[in-house]
């Protein structure tokens, strides 16, 4: 079983930037696809971006596409969400997730993961 663990989240100003790392233990990060979702208050968990089990193909909402990037370090076994010209609208609760799918799908959906970790908070605000 794996074990999935968020960080690097914190308060940062509009336009200001932040790296969230997904470690994972007890099976290799690249033994599946991995996920970000992000969750604000009152509002349904939604997906962010995804790289395949690959590592060749990535997916990203469109609220976030030319502003983040998902990648990962096989050696640190940990995934990586660089987040840039960050806005208000983007603070939420950020879970990285892992899916045992195929080896170029990236699912969307969060019935499209197995596990999850318990999140980091972002808050963008002046």
């Known amino acids: 079983q794996v074990q999935l663990v968020e960080s690097g989240g914190g308060l940062v100003q509009p336009g200001g930037s932040l790296r969230l790392s997904c470690a994972a233990s007890?099976?290799?990060?690249?033994?599946?696809?991995v996920g970000w979702f992000r969750q604000a208050p009152g509002k349904e968990r939604e997906f962010v971006a995804g790289?395949?089990?690959?590592?060749?193909?990535?997916n990203y909402a469109d609220s976030v596409k030319g502003r983040f990037t998902i990648s990962r370090d096989i050696a640190r076994n940990t995934v990586y969400l660089q987040m840039n010209s960050l806005k208000p609208e983007d603070t939420a609760i950020y879970y990285c997730a892992i899916s045992y799918s195929g080896r170029f799908y990236v699912p969307t959906t969060t019935l499209g993961y197995d596990y999850w970790g318990q999140g980091t908070q972002v808050t963008v605000s002046s």
């Open positions: 790289l395949s089990r690959s590592g060749g193909a990535t």
């Open positions: 007890g099976q290799p990060v690249a033994s599946g696809a």
